[in-house]
Structures are given as structure tokens and as C-alpha cells.
T-cell receptor, first 114, second 117 residues
Framework: AQSVTQLDSHVSVSEGTPVLLRCNYS??????LFWYVQHPNKGLQLLLK??????LVKGINGFEAEFKKSETSFHLTKPSAHMSDAAEYFC????????????FGKGTRLSVIA | GAVVSQHPSWVICKSGTSVKIECRSL??????MFWYRQFPKQSLMLMAT?????????EQGVEKDKFLINHASLTLSTLTVTSAHPEDSSFYIC?????????????FGPGTRLTVL
């Protein structure tokens, strides 16, 4: 079964410094992986997705993630954190292929300190 | 991108009453929709897969008689929490995808916060 593990429940960075949110996946085949962000009292927003094309995926708001099969990782990064980046981030894998449900990691709460 | 709406956005009800939550795909048809539940400070857990024109598929541990799902059209799925109790208080989120072959992007509704007194 497909699963993801987010290695940190909480990450705190200073404004203007890099962000690294770590995610490892487990899949019996080449997975489709996603990062979603959830701001307080708001819906989920897709940041980026990997679907076996380029291994370095660029998303919205300056985020990007790199798919590394050898490490079974899909870490999310951003060169410079903004205060508005403070939110809950979920690493997600699709259960099967096509239109099937998503399996969510436990989430990483990102705090940005002024 | 595609838009999924939910109604209501929040609801407070008394214990023992039933609450219906609607999930609509506004600009695409969805033969399949998914219902998730999110408890405070926790991740999303899949409750059930809603299939247009057929019975929903429930995840293990989710009571189908308590969480009734109806997917009567290609743009609407409803989740009814029957005889709600305080432990059912949660954030309920639906998602849907266009279902195009090879497409696996899901679009999420804004969620419905249910509080049972």
C-alpha cells in the first residue's frame, strides 16, 4: 500500500531563510506525489505534484520539490520563507493510479519567525 | 483550475439530530468524489468514496449507516451524519477530480466544520 511519512511535525524558520519540509514515501510502483498546504480556517491548496515527468517539480509561491527514487524522498523546499508561508503542509500520495483517493501524511506545521 | 464547493461551511447541531453536507463540482463532472474527516491538529482521513449512481465505498471503521452518502448526479454528493454525537464534531472535506484518463489531480472543497453540542 502507498504511504507517506512526514519526518517533522513542526518546523520553525526565520523569515528570509530557507525552508525544508521532509517527506518519505513508500510505494510498490512509481507513485504520484503531491504537496498540499492548509492555512488556518481555509481549504487545501495544491502546491505542486510529481507524476513521473521531471524529478524537480516547481510549484506555486516559490516552492519546489525533488523526487529522489533512490532515497524514496519528496522533500519540499523554498529558498526564502515569508510570513505568509506559515501553515500546515501535507505530503500526499495517490492510492492507486487515476481518479482514486489520496493518502495524507500527518502534516508538518511551518512557523515563520519575524 | 476546477472548483469544488461545500455547503454549509459550518454547522452547529444538537446531539441526536442529523446534518447534511453538500459537495458540488462547479465546472466539471465527477463520477467519483471522496469524503475525508479531519480532527483538530490531525491529518485528513478518508471516510468513503462516493460513486455516482451506485453505493458508496466506505473505509474500514467508518459506519455506513451513520454516515450516509448519496451521489445522485455528476456534480453533487451529499454526506449525512445521522444521529450526530459530540464525537462526530470534526472538519469534513470533500474532493473530486475530473476523472480524465491519466489525470489524478483532486480538487478539494473548503470544508465543513461540524460541532455537535
Amino acid at each position: 500500500a502507498q504511504s507517506v511519512t512526514q519526518l517533522d511535525s513542526h518546523v520553525s524558520v526565520s523569515e528570509g531563510t530557507p525552508v525544508l519540509l521532509r517527506c518519505n514515501y513508500s510505494s510498490s510502483y512509481s507513485p504520484s506525489l503531491f504537496w498540499y498546504v492548509q492555512h488556518p480556517n481555509k481549504g487545501l491548496q495544491l502546491l505542486l505534484k510529481y507524476t513521473s515527468a521531471a524529478t524537480l517539480v516547481k510549484g506555486i509561491n516559490g516552492f519546489e520539490a525533488e523526487f529522489k527514487k533512490s532515497e524514496t524522498s519528496f522533500h519540499l523546499t523554498k529558498p526564502s520563507a515569508h510570513m505568509s508561508d506559515a501553515a500546515e503542509y501535507f505530503c500526499v500520495v495517490i492510492r492507486n493510479s487515476g481518479n482514486t483517493p489520496l493518502v495524507f501524511g500527518k502534516g508538518t506545521r511551518l512557523s515563520v519567525i519575524a | 483550475g476546477a472548483v469544488v464547493s461545500q455547503h454549509p461551511s459550518w454547522v452547529i447541531c444538537k446531539s441526536g439530530t442529523s446534518v447534511k453536507i453538500e459537495c458540488r463540482s462547479l465546472d466539471f463532472q465527477a463520477t467519483t468524489m471522496f469524503w475525508y474527516r479531519q480532527f483538530p491538529k490531525q491529518s485528513l482521513m478518508l471516510m468513503a468514496t462516493s460513486n455516482e449512481g451506485s453505493k458508496a465505498t466506505y473505509e474500514q471503521g467508518v459506519e455506513k449507516d451513520k454516515f450516509l452518502i448519496n451521489h445522485a448526479s455528476l456534480t453533487l454528493s451529499t454526506l449525512t451524519v445521522t444521529s450526530a454525537h459530540p464525537e462526530d464534531s470534526s472538519f469534513y472535506i470533500c474532493s473530486a477530480g475530473p476523472g480524465t484518463i491519466g489525470t489524478d489531480t483532486q480538487y478539494f472543497g473548503p470544508g465543513t466544520r461540524l460541532t455537535v453540542l
